[in-house]
C-alpha cells in the first residue's frame, strides 16, 4: 500500500468537497465519485475487489450490483476523444 495514493485519496475528497460547496458539481454528482474512491482505497489496502464490493455495497446502502455499475461504467471513447480535441483547440 502506498502513502501517495492514500494521501491522494484524501486530497480528492477534500476537493470534491470544497467543489460542492462552491456549487461546482451538484451533490448528487458526489456520491459515485465517493463510491469509487473508497472502493480504490480499499483495494490498495489489500482487499480482494470482490470483497471491496460487498464492503462498499454495505457503507452505502446499496446493492453490489448497484455499486459494479458505478465502478466499471463504460466510457463512450469517441466522447473522450472528442472532449480532448475540444480542451486542445
Known sequence: MSKFNLKLIAFTRDLLNVF???????GSKIRS???ELRYNELL???M?????????ADEFFRSEKSIQSII????NI???????????N
Open 72 to 75: 466499471y461504467k463504460k466510457t
Open 78 to 88: 469517441h466522447s473522450l476523444k472528442s472532449r480532448h480535441n475540444d480542451i486542445s
Open 20 to 26: 460542492v460547496s462552491h456549487e461546482m458539481i451538484h
Open 44 to 46: 490498495l489496502n489489500g
Open 33 to 35: 465519485l465517493e463510491i
Open 48 to 56: 480482494r475487489a470482490k470483497d471491496a464490493r460487498y464492503k462498499v
